[in-house]
């Protein structure tokens, strides 16, 4: 008899998932249950078509056939909210059950909402879905100035939709510096000197005590803490994501800040794997606990999944073994952040000139992520020494010369 599987979230994480487990065991009887509205879209992709550059179609990965050829239910618009791990089913909002003899939990994350005064009035943005992505369009297009919140990845793509779209933004950061547990001072203001050519003001110990709202209860203003005004009919909101658990509250899933697994993707609870974003993973090459929030990470976290829902439980043939890479494509120079660029013990950077630095973040001498911006040639030999887990607290110079030679470094495989 064919195995049961059902999947939460229709993510990259989830359909890769169910991907793997189609083409491995065609006919399963494989569910995916997700609470949007259309099946898996490229959600980096999104922040083009926001800032206009991009129509909706390319961005859509599967029309809801590709799941009914292959035999897959996709359940659209379906909300899980319960599942009972001893019964071994799964729960929606509008009644349904589903039973299972594997399950995935693929839910990623939802944007926190910043916790000030009038945080949820019109004219305020948050960004994940595509339907997210439209409403910022929209008040972007229809917007004179804008305030952007979050010093981050997100925030910075909806600094680059406000100079896209030509809305006047000031970014308000609370430290000295854009993404300062990943950049230094000396990096980051390569990005401030970008956002300013975009018309985007970066604006340092600074963020968000409240918003003032006309008399429709339109946005009009962000006041920070400091008592400054910044005039706003449009602002995108990034300071990070909720994880999406509540389902699972009355589960023996151990949680924290997201869903605990191994390296094989497996919960503490027998068949309860998890993939993508939600995760936190025993990393084996940071010797830790790990969560990442990156496309090609949850692509493969849901194969390596998929793959060990396929045998036994407590078996595993796959281990998640990776190095995540993020880039960033809004300025006339590349930009790339991988593994875990704010961890570590020690690191070592270097500007090459106006528009070229780079950051390498090192644990117990060991590659373990970094930043490259104007040039990211580095970017495969860096990587293969975080895989390869070479000591290079005797060689952090050769991480800085322009040419990495990956030959140069001891220990590393030939
Ligand atoms: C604007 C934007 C730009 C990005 N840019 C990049 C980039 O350039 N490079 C990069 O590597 N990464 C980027 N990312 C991050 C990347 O998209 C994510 O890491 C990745 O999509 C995570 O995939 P996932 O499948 O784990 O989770 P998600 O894609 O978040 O999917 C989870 C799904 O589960 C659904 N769900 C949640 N709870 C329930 C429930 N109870 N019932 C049913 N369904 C539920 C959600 O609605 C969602 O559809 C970006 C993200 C955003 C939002």
Redesign the pocket.
Same mark, same amino acid.
């Given at each position: 008899m064919s195995s049961s599987y059902v999947i939460?979230?229709?993510?990259?994480?989830? *359909?890769s998932a169910a991907e793997t487990l189609h083409d491995a065991e065609p006919d399963a009887d494989i569910t995916v #249950?997700?609470?949007?509205g259309e099946a898996l879209y490229n959600? #980096?992709l999104?922040?083009e078509f926001a800032k206009g550059r991009m129509p909706e179609a390319p961005i859509s990965i599967h029309s809801p056939d590709w799941y009914g050829e292959r035999g897959i239910d996709l359940q659209l618009n379906?909300?899980?909210?319960t599942v009972d791990t001893d019964g071994h089913s799964v729960e929606?909002h509008s009644g349904g059950s589903y039973e299972y003899d594997k399950l995935l939990v693929?839910?990623?994350?939802?944007p926190t909402q910043l916790p000030v005064d009038n945080s949820d009035v019109e004219g305020i943005e948050h &960004?994940?879905?595509f339907e997210d992505?439209r409403a910022i369009k929209e008040g972007a297009q229809a917007a004179e100035n804008g305030v952007i919140v979050g010093a981050g990845?997100?925030g910075i793509?909806l600094a680059a939709i406000c100079g896209a779209q030509d809305v006047e933004a000031n970014y308000l950061m609370r430290g000295e510096c854009w993404w300062r547990y990943a950049l230094s001072p000396e990096g980051a203001e390569i990005i401030h000197d970008a956002l300013r050519e975009k018309n985007v003001t970066p604006v340092f110990e600074s963020g968000v005590d409240h918003f003032e709202t006309d008399d429709d209860g339109h946005v009009t203003a962000a006041v920070d803490p400091n008592g400054e005004r910044f005039k706003a009919d449009f602002v995108g909101a990034a300071i990070g994501l909720d994880f999406?658990t509540? &389902?699972l509250r009355d589960t023996d899933i151990e949680l924290d800040w997201g869903i605990v697994t191994d390296e094989h993707m497996q919960t503490n609870v027998k068949d309860v794997y998890a993939?993508?974003? #939600?995760t936190q993973f025993h990393d084996v090459l940071l010797g830790e606990r790990a969560q990442?929030?990156?496309?090609?990470?949850?692509k493969e976290?849901?194969s390596v999944a998929a793959k060990n829902m396929l045998g036994e439980w407590g078996e595993p043939s796959e281990t998640f073994e990776w190095v995540?890479?993020? *880039?960033?494509t809004h300025f006339d120079f590349p930009f790339l952040s991988f593994g875990h660029p704010t961890l570590g013990d020690d690191e070592v950077e270097k500007k090459y000139s106006d528009t070229e630095w780079r950051r390498v973040a090192l644990k117990d001498g060991k590659v373990v992520g970094g930043v490259l911006i104007g040039d990211l040639a580095p970017q495969s030999k860096l990587k293969q020494l975080a895989r390869e887990q070479v000591d290079v607290s005797d060689q952090k110079d050769l991480l800085l010369e322009e040419t990495i030679e990956i030959e140069k470094f001891d220990g590393i495989e030939a």
């Open positions: 939460i979230g229709d993510g990259i994480a989830g *359909s #249950i997700t609470d949007e959600r #980096i999104i922040k379906t909300h899980v909210t929606t693929a839910t990623g994350g939802t &960004f994940w879905t992505a990845l997100l793509d999406n509540e &389902f993939a993508g974003d #939600i990442n929030g990156a496309w090609g990470s949850a976290q849901g995540s890479s993020y *880039s960033i």
